[in-house]
């Protein structure tokens, strides 16, 4: 229990209310704030912060845990876990998982005790490996390497193949019919992850990592680091779409959606939404000649012109909006049905959208057809000839196939 000096100290320092505390080292308690920040305080009421979440916002600092043999701090904040010096500020994003809880650090095994969707289960420190610990045996569909921390894919249905990204740059092949895994390249394509697009004209792999373009020859497996104009800003795109027609990317920063030129490689504005705006995830609607792109906040589904760069809202996913969708990953325009899918990363829901009347509907989720939940959705590929969506659940490190008219799902691979 705090002291009532050190209590002073943190209403001074962080007028939120703390969410967590854990006991560290010189005899300073360690506390975690709503809006994330870590503060050090010891029982006479001296006091120091010693992490502040970049985001201007601030996210909850929550589930400390101490290391104290190795002076190492663990906590969980905006999706994902983070390691810090429990006496200094650095701090390492070591893995997303959204909905974790940490439970112990087991320092005979090196590991950190979780509990997510998919029940208790180990993290390995050094290999960075989940499992399973009801038996101690990694739960696996496929064979080959565990992908961890998926980041994003791009699928060629036509060659069965998934390519896969991780937020550490490795990039990785999955087989859509056995699930078999394999790493695509000796070494990572960046120093972290980024969204991956697949080039069927060029018959390679087109990735954001690092913030720069990448492409990887399928065949070959070289890769190109294009040059990066002054004027391109990925700015944390949603998705990357690629137009086939004009050999461009459109991508979307903060307000703007934009295109690349992959001729020339100069970005170009497409449309400028309003000054509080944040455009995300984008697909496109070529048969209207148009990008289908979620605008939040709260989310809203809306079309942007291709050439005028007029703006017309689709759907409205707001606080009355029924059934409820808070935060999209990913979208997916089915020219075949004229819907759009998408993946609502919050509430671990696959929803589709009719273009034509704006009413959308669950299709998969928890309680909403057979097959597991969806734990961290990320991203979202769909083969309208076979009529499967195929969605990367970050949280497990799961390939799931989603049957488009029932819902029903199956993990593929993990």
């Not at 505390?21 to 809006?35: F, L, N, Q, S």
């Not at 087991?106 to 989940?130: C, F, H, K, M, W």
């Not at 970005?267 to 000054?275: F, K, L, R």
């Amino acid at each position: 229990m705090l002291s009532d000096e050190a209590e002073d100290c943190l209403a001074v320092l962080s007028p939120p209310d703390p969410v967590t505390v854990t006991r560290g080292p010189a005899e300073r308690w360690i506390v975690g704030t709503t809006d994330g920040h870590l503060v050090a305080i010891d029982d006479v009421g001296n006091c120091e912060e010693i992490y502040d979440d970049p985001d201007e916002y601030g996210y909850a600092i929550n589930n400390l845990l101490l290391d104290a043999a190795n002076d190492t701090l663990y906590f969980t904040a905006r999706g994902a876990v983070f390691s810090s010096s429990a006496s200094g500020m650095n701090v390492t994003e070591m893995f997303s998982s959204y909905y974790t809880n940490l439970l112990a650090f087991d320092p005979n095994g090196d590991r950190l005790l979780l509990q997510d969707p998919t029940g208790i289960v180990a993290y390995n420190l050094d290999s960075r490996v989940t499992k399973n610990i009801a038996n101690d045996e990694e739960v696996r569909v496929g064979s080959g390497p565990r992908i961890t921390d998926m980041y994003d894919a791009a699928f060629d249905f036509e060659k069965g193949v998934a390519y896969v990204i991780n937020r550490h740059g490795e990039l990785f092949t999955v087989d859509l019919q056995s699930g078999a895994r394999a790493s695509f390249l000796d070494e990572p394509v960046a120093l972290n992850g980024g969204h991956l697009i697949f080039d069927e004209q060029g018959n390679r792999i087109i990735t954001d990592a690092a913030s720069s373009l990448i492409t990887v020859d399928i065949d070959t497996g070289e890769k190109t680091v294009l040059a990066r104009p002054v004027n391109l800003s990925f700015d944390m795109p949603g998705t990357m779409p690629f137009d086939a027609a004009g050999n461009r990317l459109i991508h979307a920063s903060g307000n703007v959606l934009y295109a690349f030129s992959l001729d020339t490689y100069t970005n170009s504005i497409i449309s400028v939404q309003g000054s509080e705006d944040y455009l995300g995830a984008a697909d496109l609607d070529m048969r209207r000649n148009r990008a289908i792109v979620v605008r939040d906040f709260p989310p809203e589904l809306i079309a942007i012109d291709l050439v005028t760069g007029d703006t017309t809202t689709l759907t409205e996913f707001n606080a009355s909006a029924s059934p409820a969708v808070k935060s999209v990953a990913d979208v997916n325009v089915d020219a075949v049905n004229d819907d759009v899918w998408l993946i609502d990363q919050f509430n671990g829901n696959f929803v589709r959208v009719d273009l034509a009347t704006g009413k959308h509907e669950i299709v998969a989720g928890d309680a909403i057809a057979n097959g597991i939940s969806f734990a961290d959705p990320v991203s979202l590929g769909i083969d309208e000839e076979d009529r499967i969506a195929w969605i990367l659940d970050a949280a497990t490190g799961s390939l799931v196939a989603v049957d488009l008219a029932s819902g029903d799902r199956v993990i593929i691979s993990r």
